[in-house]
């Protein structure tokens, strides 16, 4: 049954309108507009009270979150240590998770990066067998507007765990093989 009354099997003019604009829609276009229609909100950098971590930091490697407030800089599946690059992050941990921040982050003792701790096995650790958590359970915001002090294009890798920088086409080095490889919410981190 045709609803704009083409006769059936002909062709609607307002098939192909809604085709080419079903077509041209993007993640930013469907962002753009729920900002508009007030569903997204902008979030601070770190909500009032709650506590953060600093020397959270990219590595130039791997693409991985990794902790660089320690000497050795732990286990980079690029080989060697992880090279620090870029912004310094300031993520929040020990508070209540909601529906646009998710819980169970951790640091891994043995390659010092973030890594989700909510699925057993524990991901894959470049320093063998699956990551270590240790320390603070970090809370960090998802699929909110990006706006100063925060800086999104953070996944989740479905191969290793970890939390690694989606923004660029090559997608770093997974300890998994090849690339990391996004999946679930859009982390949106606060940095300094």
Not at 42 to 67: K, L, S, V
Not at 162 to 186: I, L, T, W
Request: glycine share 14%; with cysteine.
């Amino acid at each position: 049954m045709c609803l704009d009354s083409t006769p059936a099997g002909s062709k609607s003019p307002k098939a192909d309108i809604y085709h080419e604009n079903m077509t041209n829609l993007t993640r930013r276009t469907l962002l753009g507009a729920a900002v508009a229609a007030g569903a997204l909100t902008i979030p601070a950098p770190a909500r009032a009270g709650a506590p953060t971590q600093n020397y959270w930091r990219y590595c130039d490697h791997c693409h991985e979150m990794f902790f660089d407030g320690y000497a050795g800089k732990g286990s980079c599946p690029g080989g060697g240590g992880h090279v620090a690059s870029g912004l310094y992050f300031a993520l929040p941990h020990s508070s209540v998770e909601t529906p646009t921040a998710q819980a169970q982050w951790r640091y891994c003792r043995k390659c010092q990066a973030m890594f989700y701790n909510g699925y057993s096995p524990a991901g894959v650790c470049p320093a063998g067998g699956g990551h270590a958590a240790q320390g603070l359970n970090f809370v960090l915001p998802h699929d909110m507007v990006t706006g100063a002090g925060s800086q999104s294009e953070w996944r989740y890798c479905r191969k290793c765990h970890v939390m690694f920088y989606d923004g660029y086409e090559n997608k770093g080095r997974c300890p998994s093989g090849g690339g990391h490889s996004a999946q679930g919410y859009m982390f949106v981190l606060p940095h300094l």
